[in-house]
């Protein structure tokens, strides 16, 4: 059976990385030049569908976005006219003349749950670009190959210095985090304050390029404070100590002693 030739889509999107691009900003879907089995161009006047749809995948096992019914489903391969696809504009002065547009981030399921999820979840995703065409030309049909996949990342992941809280709602935050990244956006400073009832614990800590933490100050609910270098790493102070009592972990050459006071 004849089908359109279409070609498949690009994607336009400020990178956070090759193949990452940011949930909170737009991320255009983009569809050069369709023709028909006999070479002729597809016009916007001959069309009865233009559009895109959504995939994800995780592993082998690859969905597609019902926009109807507002859910994933499996992908049904080339058998798609049960389901809508996202709408193209057309600007027939563009050298990608079908053209999509959206915001992840604002994209949900009839649940209220977020359409496209981070890096982290394992998920990746990618566009077909589908046209059918009206009466006047018989209603050719086709779907093209899929574009270059992408994953997502949260604006709070790639800046370099910010504000986080748990859960992101902030009217509800139970955890709230001040950090700063390196050049490889891995956090390397943060003063964080957590609250669980009515115990508020607050950590300042660093952590070294591969996440793992190294030096720790600890402000626990019960008044305690925790200083804890990295392992084999001393608590320096320059300068006057002044203390009242001193409880300490005596040693003795193969073996370790109970706690005592220094008197």
Known sequence: ????????????????????????????ILSGAVTFPDGRPFTESEQKVAGFFIYRK??????VWNEIAQQWQPDPGEEITDLKPKPFAFKPDESEPWQ???????????KGNS????????????FRAYFVSNQKTGSIAGLSVPSPPVKFSSLLETIRAGIKTIPEEI?????????????NRQIIGSVKITNSGSSTQIEIANQDDAGVQRAVVQLLPNGDIVLRPIASGRVRIEGL??????????????TVGSKRFLV
Do not use: C, H
Not at 115 to 126: C, D, E, H, V
């Open 1 to 28: 059976m004849a089908t359109l030739t279409i070609p498949p889509p690009t994607l336009n999107y400020e990178a956070v990385q090759t193949g990452l691009a940011t949930l909170e900003k737009p991320i255009k």
């Open 171 to 183: 009217k509800e935050a139970t955890e709230i985090e001040l950090f700063l990244r390196n050049d």
């Open 58 to 63: 995780i592993g082998t096992a690859v969905e």
């Open 100 to 110: 999509g547009l959206i915001v992840p981030a604002g994209e949900k399921d009839k």
């Open 241 to 254: 100590l002044e203390t009242e009592n001193i409880l300490y972990l005596p040693s003795v050459p193969g």
């Open 115 to 126: 359409l496209f999820q981070k890096a982290s979840t394992g998920f990746s995703y990618f």
